[in-house]
């Protein structure tokens, strides 16, 4: 299956039998990430939290229970 990857636009080739490649085929929904631009995020995200600077908005289980 070729899969382009959303953030850098490059195509790869993803064996059909993946699980991957089923949620792809299945849900198109789902985006496809190459792993260079997923460390790449993940990277900078840790950057950003080791600043302290950065909040990460978690919801709260009250929310979660009045729903």
């Known amino acids: 299956m070729r899969v382009k990857c ?15 490649a089923k949620k792809l085929r299945n849900r198109p929904i789902h985006t496809f990430m190459c792993p260079s631009c997923s460390q790449r995020i993940s990277e900078n995200t840790e950057k950003r939290l080791d600043t302290g600077k950065f909040r ?11 729903f």
């Open 6 to 20: 959303v953030i850098c636009d490059t195509i790869h080739d993803l064996p059909n039998d993946l699980p991957l």
């Open 56 to 66: 990460f908005f978690k919801t709260s289980s009250k929310i979660d229970e009045e």
